[in-house]
C-alpha cells in the first residue's frame, strides 16, 4: 500500500505539473494575508486529500481481499476436484464392468470440468494409461468359456468407450468446453480393435503418441483431419488389418511420423491428403501387406520421408499424385517386392529423390507419369530402372531429372 501511494502521489503531481506547462503559467500570484476564502479552499483541499487516500487504501484492500479470494476458491475447487478424482479412479479399479464405465465418463467429465490445464492432463493421462494396461485375451465364443467371453466383451466395451470420448472431445475447437485440443495424449502400444473416429479433429498443439501401437480389426478414421502444429507419433506401429484412413486430412505443419511402422494387412488411405508443410516421415517402415494409397494426394510443401523404408510386399499407390512443392524422399528406400505405382502422377515442382535407392524386386511403375518441372532424382540407384520411368521422363532427359547413367546406356 505505502508503494501504491508514493506512485499515486507522483501521478498526481506529474498530471498537475503537465497541466501547469499546458496552460502556460508564467507565475503564481502571492499574498501576505490569508483571508477566510482561500481558508476555506484550503480546508477542502484537506479534506479532499484524505479522502482520496482512503479511497485509494480501501481501493487496494479491497484489490488483495479479490485476489485471496479467488485463491481460496481455486483451492476449493482444487480440492473437490481431487475428491472427485480419487472416486474416479477407484472405480476404474472395480471388477464390475458397469462400475468401470461410470469411473470412464466421470473421469472424462472431470476432464471437461479441471480448473486448470495440470488437473485436466492428468485425467487425460489416466484414461491412456488405462488402454496400455495388458489384458485377458478373447477366450472366444465357446459354450465352456461363455462366462469368461461375456466379461470380456464387457471390458472391452470400456475400452472402446475410452477411444470414442478421446475422439469426440478432439473435435471440438481448441479454447471450447470439453475441448482437448492441445493436450498431450499417449497411446503408445495400445491395441486397437475397434472402429475409432478422429474425423474433423485438429492436432495443433501438444504431443499425440501411438508409437507401438497394433491396428488391429479395426476402423480407425482420421478423415478430414488437420495437423497444424502438434508432434504425432506412429512409430513402430503395426497396422494388420481393418482400415486407417487420413482421407483429406491436412499436414500443415507439426511432424507425424511412421518411423518404423510395418504395414502388412491394413488398407492405410491418404486418398487427398495435402501436404503443405511440417514432416511426414516414413523412415525405416516395412510395407509387406495390405495396401497404402496416396492417389491424388499434394505434396505442395514440407517434408515427407520414406529414407530407408522397405517395399517387400502388397502395394502401394501414388496414382494421379500431384509433386508441386517441397520434398519427397526415398533416398536409400529398398524395393524388393509388391507393387509401388506413380500411375499419371505429376512432377511439377519441388524435390523428389531417390537417392541410392534399390530396385531389385517386385513392380514399380511411372506409366503415365507427368515431368513437368521441379527436380527428380534417381542419382545412385541401382538396379533396374522402374517400369516406363524412361518412356515417361522422354528424350532428352529433362535438366531437372537426374538418371543414373546405366539406364540410359543399358549393357546389352
Known amino acids: 500500500m505505502t508503494v501504491t501511494f508514493v506512485a499515486a502521489v507522483l501521478v498526481a503531481g506529474g498530471v498537475f505539473y503537465g497541466l501547469v506547462i499546458l496552460l ?190 497394433t491396428f488391429s480389426d479395426s476402423v480407425v478414421s482420421f478423415a478430414g483431419v488437420t495437423f497444424s502444429g502438434s508432434t504425432v507419433h506412429f512409430n513402430g506401429a503395426t497396422f494388420s488389418d481393418g482400415v486407417v484412413a487420413f482421407n483429406g486430412s491436412t499436414f500443415s505443419g507439426g511432424t507425424v511420423s511412421f518411423g518404423g511402422a510395418t504395414f502388412c494387412g491394413s488398407t492405410v488411405h491418404f486418398n487427398g491428403a495435402t501436404f503443405s508443410d511440417g514432416v511426414v516421415a516414413f523412415g525405416g517402415s516395412t510395407f509387406s501387406g495390405g495396401m497404402v494409397l496416396f492417389s491424388h494426394a499434394k505434396f505442395s510443401g514440407g517434408e515427407v520421408h520414406f529414407t530407408g523404408a522397405r517395399f517387400s510386399g502388397g502395394a502401394v499407390h501414388f496414382g494421379d499424385a500431384v509433386f508441386s512443392g517441397g520434398e519427397v524422399v526415398f533416398r536409400s528406400a529398398m524395393f524388393f517386392d509388391g507393387v509401388v505405382a506413380f500411375g499419371d502422377a505429376v512432377f511439377s515442382g519441388g524435390e523428389v529423390y531417390f537417392n541410392w535407392a534399390r530396385f531389385s524386386g517386385g513392380e514399380v511403375h511411372f506409366t503415365g507419369a507427368r515431368f513437368s518441372g521441379g ?31 546405366d539406364w540410359l546406356s543399358p549393357t546389352p
Not at 485375451?137 to 465352456?144: E, K, L, N
Not at 541401382?382 to 518412356?391: H, I, Q, R, V
Request: proline share 5%; net charge negative; with cysteine.
Open 24 to 213: 502556460d503559467f508564467q507565475e503564481i500570484d502571492s499574498t501576505a494575508k490569508l483571508d477566510a476564502k482561500t481558508l476555506f479552499d484550503l480546508v477542502k483541499l484537506s479534506f479532499g486529500v484524505v479522502a482520496g487516500s482512503g479511497a485509494l487504501v480501501a481501493l487496494v484492500v479491497a484489490y488483495r481481499r479479490q485476489r485471496v479470494d479467488e485463491a481460496g476458491a481455486h483451492r476449493e475447487a482444487t480440492r473437490l476436484h481431487t475428491e472427485r478424482f480419487s472416486q474416479a479412479v477407484d472405480k476404474l479399479g472395480s471388477d464390475s464392468p458397469a462400475v468401470r464405465l461410470g469411473g470412464v465418463h466421470a473421469l472424462a467429465g472431470l476432464a471437461n470440468d479441471a480448473p486448470d490445464d495440470s488437473l485436466r492432463q492428468t485425467c487425460i493421462d489416466v484414461l491412456c494409461a488405462y488402454l496400455q494396461l495388458p489384458f485377458t485375451p478373447d477366450p472366444g465364443d465357446d459354450p465352456a468359456h461363455q462366462e469368461e467371453h461375456h466379461r470380456y466383451l464387457a471390458f472391452r466395451k470400456v475400452r472402446h468407450t475410452i477411444l470414442r470420448l478421446i475422439g469426440d472431445h478432439y473435435r471440438r475447437p481448441r479454447g471450447t468446453h470439453r475441448s482437448w485440443q492441445g493436450c498431450d495424449l499417449d497411446l503408445t502400444g495400445v491395441t486397437i480393435d475397434s472402429s475409432m473416429d478422429f474425423g474433423g479433429a485438429t492436432f495443433s498443439g501438444g504431443t499425440v503418441n501411438f508409437g507401438g501401437a
Open 375 to 405: 527436380e527428380v532424382n534417381f542419382g545412385d540407384a541401382t538396379g533396374s530402372a522402374p517400369n516406363e520411368l524412361l518412356a515417361a521422363v522422354g528424350a532428352p532427359v529433362p535438366a531437372t531429372v537426374t538418371l543414373p547413367a
